[in-house]
């Protein structure tokens, strides 16, 4: 009988100090695991409750959700397919008992003409589906299907101001903290001049990152791709300048940290007021955690992309340059992306 294998993503390495597992450490992945999946198939994958039900199946019985955005992704290679997809026990959600679920085939190269047949999944999932979800705390959610609990962690990410003395400056605000699927973590800030938002690195424990310097003050992520401009002016900060347009296109873990934010703690931010100052024109149009309640956009989240998307390194390294000379340098970044 052919065996059906699933890579999960977790995002390891995250020191006890932001609330990981402290043993974790290096992972190796084998190509013979992958090559012996995608020959597997006997799971229907257009089929969302096999699905489903195959994958909690293989989840363990306590799992660790990092991205602040509550998203707990997956990986699943069967079928000559990779598939992609999620658990989401998102705030406001799971304590009226669901979550969401959703999944779709990967394209490493999107491309209209792949589009055709791509298989894709998303819904709701309750108690009519045959779900059960309690939360016994608020960082704590319990999840039942088919006899079956699996309690999903989510990030304790208490929402202090930046450590360092000089990280913002005069007109900046501290929004929120925030943990992207990259695995890095990030303040967002707020420019009030500008009215705009930007987003600055945190180092306040080592990042999972290695970095290669362009030019002086401006560094690329090896592993990520995420460019960054070193402020000297505010204690060194890294501000985030610009990210792949690939990654944008094809969703991926390192399209940028724009749909990352506190969710968990969005009584306590203040994000929706924040955004309504930028947007005067959202006012009372969005929740508190800042998804339109109505209009064509409704359900979609405001995107806070204050960086350029980028094609080359050599582009990524010239829009921060001349970011870098700006009046204020963070306004002249952030317009480099769209904010929603």
């Known amino acids: 009988m052919r065996v059906l294998r699933i890579t999960v993503s977790l995002f390891l390495g995250l020191s006890a100090a932001w609330g990981g597992p402290g043993g974790a450490g290096p992972r190796l992945e084998l190509h013979q695991v992958l090559a012996e999946a995608w020959q597997a198939g006997d799971l229907d994958l257009a089929d969302r409750d096999a699905v489903l039900?195959?994958?909690?199946?293989?989840?363990?019985?306590?799992?660790?959700?990092?991205?602040?955005?509550?998203?707990?992704?997956?990986?699943?290679?069967?079928?000559?397919?990779?598939?992609?997809?999620?658990?989401?026990?998102?705030?406001?959600l799971r304590e009226k008992g669901q979550i969401s679920f959703a999944y779709e085939e990967w394209q490493e190269f999107p491309d209209a003409a792949l589009a055709k047949g791509r298989i894709s999944a998303a819904r709701h999932l309750g108690a009519a589906e045959g779900l059960g979800v309690t939360c016994p705390d608020p960082l704590t959610c319990d999840v039942s299907l088919a006899g079956k609990t699996v309690r999903f962690h989510l990030l304790a990410l208490p929402q202090l101001p930046p450590a360092a003395p000089g990280l913002l400056g005069p007109g900046e605000?501290?929004?929120?903290?925030?943990?992207?699927?990259?695995?890095?973590?990030?303040?967002?800030?707020?420019?009030?001049?500008?009215r705009c938002f930007f987003w600055v690195l945190c180092e306040e424990q080592p990042v999972p990152e290695t970095f290669v310097e362009l030019a002086p003050g401006v560094s690329l992520g090896r592993r990520s791709g995420f460019c960054f401009w070193t402020d000297p002016a505010r204690a060194g900060r890294k501000v985030l300048s610009a990210v792949r347009e690939a990654s944008i296109q094809?969703?991926?873990?390192?399209?940028?940290p724009f749909d990352q934010l506190a969710d968990n703690y969005a009584a306590q931010v203040p994000l929706r007021a924040t955004i309504e100052d930028a947007f005067p024109s959202l006012k009372g149009q969005i929740d508190l955690y800042g998804y339109f309640t109505s209009g064509p956009d409704r359900g979609q989240r405001v995107a806070l992309t204050s960086y350029l998307g980028y094609a080359t390194s050599a582009e990524a390294l010239a829009f921060t340059l001349r970011a870098a000379a700006a009046p204020i340098p963070v306004a002249a970044i952030a317009a480099g992306g769209k904010d929603r």
């Open 173 to 194: 605000r501290f929004i929120a903290r925030t943990w992207d699927e990259s695995g890095l973590p990030f303040f967002l800030c707020y420019e009030t001049r500008a």
């Open 250 to 256: 094809r969703n991926d873990y390192f399209d940028g």
């Open 53 to 92: 039900a195959w994958v909690f199946r293989q989840l363990p019985d306590e799992v660790r959700v990092y991205p602040t955005e509550n998203y707990y992704y997956w990986r699943l290679a069967a079928g000559g397919r990779e598939i992609r997809g999620n658990f989401r026990p998102a705030s406001g």
